[in-house]
């Protein structure tokens, strides 16, 4: 009893005066409770591990919470079920708009699910494709676990494959190792659209009864080829008015696009250390060894936590071509960026060919003292209490000498170039120090809490901060279980900053340069609320949200960063409803958006997505699918995404949307193997002037056949 109090003083002392909070400013891109990744990564539903719920099965999937490094289980990639619909882009969202390619930028539609920006913006594109802290898996497994996916698409000289493995083994009881990698390369079903991503990790942990350690490092290598999309939207809706040597209607190959030989490629690498040494007691258990004596279990009271976080990123934007005069605008042009016409107003450094590069790095150290729940039986919650130290360090394109950066217009050059014609500063360096804390109740089932949050106390961040909050309850009804949730945040956060800083040929923007009439970006703050409740007698979830948003920063139609001074409001929401009935099945979701100002956050108001198929097996061994599905949203002024800042902006052109994607398809399993043959995009057949249309001048893929298996190896 003495050690218990003793750590309870002790842990009083470290965390008096701090806000209940946990969170991070270097995890951008990975924080927002309504995100489905993210409310699993920050915010997860399942109690946290213990060893004997790993012992109890073959194999077992979990992940971290970020900066604390507690373990909670995570769903494997083991369904039976809609393999082949789970390989697609538009398996990420209910609605998403991208490039055509799998791997390729991609942005959700629905705006609850849109994640909090990185500082190096130009990854955020790539998140689904990018491991983070929050969603990394670790696995403990009794027998070396190999899965391997492979997948195809399309002909030939268009096709798009993806390999995508997984291999983990224990060495013991306290240690395990693996690796994965993920390779998407994609030729393009039209002009200089192709793509190639590689990524990899390497992950292992080490766990006994005091000590508990988690590494991981991983790398990726993403390279876009950029064609800035078609050239005329009725290449796709209206391809008998165009002569294009008689191959419109066969060779998209055909479609006149904006650029040629022009890419982007983003790089990056990820090094993650978590360790902690747990203080506690043995207790005797009820059970007996073989021999007859009392088995002992570790019971941990308090744990001194160490988390490093270290990730590097680059980017580059490349053109053989010269594109300026794609993006010079005429003397009489008002300074409106239009997509259609490709004109801007400014071209910075025409005399130097196109070869912009940024990079950034960050490092963060989080130190942390927990109280363990349920340690004591009067224990019912546990407390932690951390502190973190983030330094980060961003370069920019500095001045070349001999080069005049002054801005270049349709008519000349601007006769005042003083404006940019000063030695600009290459590095920017910044340092924050935070501090917060946890509270939270994950055992048991009528009620489970966590409410967590930090605050920047020192450095250039100063006065942010971020407090979440999750609270869960689980019952029967009718025979069946039911839950209800709710989840919420409220932030004040400052500008990623590529948001604030950015210089290159064709989008120029420093608040620091003397005369220059960029603003500087406030801090935003964001408050959100959400519930939902879930029947499992009818197989029903419901949901909504509310989010408002004082100070959003977006990109204008100009192509530049914007920030809307005044309040914003989005409204979501959403239902889940499933039926089944034997051999059918029928699974149906729908979302409603409302946007309080469609010309800044412009939404898609219904986003709908249904999935109707049979299951039967066949020699009672193989099992098969059967069944379409179809991909909706209402029209509304999609975005346009900008190859020379990788960012989706703002358009009012052109409506995307009402064009049903129906996928036809067949699912097979077969002990451990799954494979699957599917047709994309079926409507692009018989529907009369398709309008196909993902983003503004962004088809999707026409009608391709698309197949894949995953075999999984447990020996």
């Known amino acids: 009893m003495k050690y218990t109090l003793y750590y309870i003083a002790v842990f009083w002392t470290v965390s008096a005066g701090m806000v209940s909070a946990q969170g991070s400013r270097g995890s951008r891109g990975g924080f927002s409770l309504s995100s489905r990744a993210a409310s699993q990564a920050e915010m997860p539903d399942s109690v946290l591990l213990a060893d004997s719920a790993l012992a109890a099965k073959r194999i077992s999937a979990y992940r971290l919470t970020p900066s604390i490094g507690d373990r909670y289980l995570a769903p494997m990639d ?28 991609v942005q959700t539609k629905l705006f609850s699910e849109r994640k909090e920006a990185r500082d190096f913006i130009f990854a955020d594109a790539y998140d689904y494709y990018i491991t983070t802290p929050g969603d990394a898996l670790f696995y403990d497994t009794r027998l070396p676990y190999t899965n391997i996916m492979f997948t195809q698409g399309g002909a030939s000289i268009k096709r798009e494959d993806q390999l995508k493995g997984v291999l983990t ?43 508990e350690l988690h590494a991981w490092l991983s790398n990726f290598n993403f390279v876009n080829y950029e064609n800035g999309g078609i050239t005329n939207d009725e290449y796709i809706s209206r391809p008998e008015q165009f002569d294009l040597g008689g191959r419109v209607s066969t060779d998209r190959r055909t479609y006149p696009v904006r650029f040629y030989n022009t ?18 007691f043995y207790r005797e258990l009820e059970q007996t060894d073989e021999e007859g004596n009392p088995l002992e279990a570790y019971v941990p009271v308090s744990s001194i936590i160490h988390t490093v976080e270290y990730e590097d990123n680059r980017r ?46 960050n490092l963060k150290n989080t130190f942390a003292l927990s109280l363990r729940e349920g340690f004591q039986d009067w224990v019912k919650f546990g407390l932690t209490a951390f502190a973190r130290f983030e330094k980060r360090t961003f370069q920019l394109p500095a001045a070349i000498e001999g080069l005049a950066y002054h801005r270049i217009t349709g008519s000349g050059e601007s006769p005042e170039p003083a404006s940019l014609d000063y030695p600009l500063s290459s590095l920017y360096d910044e340092f924050s120090t935070y501090l917060g804390g946890e509270l939270s109740k994950r055992s048991g089932s009528l009620l489970t809490y966590n409410a967590t949050g930090e ?23 009718f025979g069946q279980e039911a839950s209800v949730k709710a989840n919420g945040y409220l932030r004040n956060v400052t500008p990623a900053f590529f948001q604030r800083y950015h210089h290159s040929r064709y989008f120029w923007w420093d608040p620091d340069i003397p005369g220059n009439n960029t603003p500087k970006l406030k801090n935003t703050q964001r408050f959100h609320a959400a519930g939902q409740v879930h029947l499992a007698s009818t197989a029903t979830t419901l949901q909504a949200g509310v ?54 956050i412009p939404l898609p108001q219904v986003s709908a997505y249904s999935n109707m198929y049979v299951h039967f097996k066949l020699a009672k061994v193989l099992t098969m699918q059967v069944g379409a599905d179809v991909h909706y949203h209402t029209k509304y002024y999609a975005p346009y995404y900008e190859p020379a800042t990788q960012q989706f902006q703002l358009q009012q052109e052109k409506k995307i949307g ?15 193997a799954r494979f699957f043959v599917m047709g994309y995009n079926l409507g692009a057949l018989f529907i009369n002037r398709p309008e196909y249309f993902s983003l503004y001048h962004y088809p999707l893929n026409p009608m391709v056949l698309k197949m894949g298996i995953s075999v999984v190896f447990n020996n």
């Open 547 to 600: 989010e408002s948003i004082q100070n959003h920063v977006y990109f204008g139609a100009d192509g530049y960063p914007r920030q809307h001074g005044s309040n914003l409001q989005v409204i979501t929401a959403r239902v889940k409803q499933d039926f089944t009935h034997r051999a059918f099945g029928w699974e149906n979701e729908a979302a409603w958006q409302l946007s309080s100002d469609k010309d800044v």
């Open 169 to 211: 083994w224990n060495f013991g009881k306290k240690v395990n190792m693996g690796a994965e990698m993920d390779y998407i390369y994609s030729r393009g079903q039209y002009n200089a659209n192709g793509n190639s991503l590689l990524s990899y990790r390497l992950f292992g942990s080490y766990r006994v009864d005091k000590y």
């Open 316 to 361: 580059r934007f490349i053109s053989n071509n010269n594109i300026d005069s794609a993006y010079l605008a005429p003397a009489e042009n008002t300074a409106v960026y239009n997509p259609d016409q490709r004109l801007l107003e400014n071209v910075f450094g025409v005399d130097a060919s196109l070869n912009d590069a940024a990079s950034a790095w």
């Open 78 to 105: 083991t369904n039976h079920f809609n393999f082949g619909n789970s390989t697609l882009a538009e398996a990420r969202s209910l609605a998403t708009g991208y490039l055509a390619n799998l791997g390729s930028p």
């Open 455 to 477: 605050f920047c106390l020192v450095g250039s961040d100063l006065g942010e901060f971020r407090i979440n909050g999750q609270l869960s309850s689980r019952f029967t009804l």
């Open 658 to 672: 009402n064009y049903p994607l129906l996928n036809g398809y067949v699912n097979f399993h077969l002990k451990q």
């Open 263 to 280: 890419w982007n490629r983003v790089r990056g690498k990820q090094y993650y250390l978590s360790h902690r040494y747990n203080l506690g």
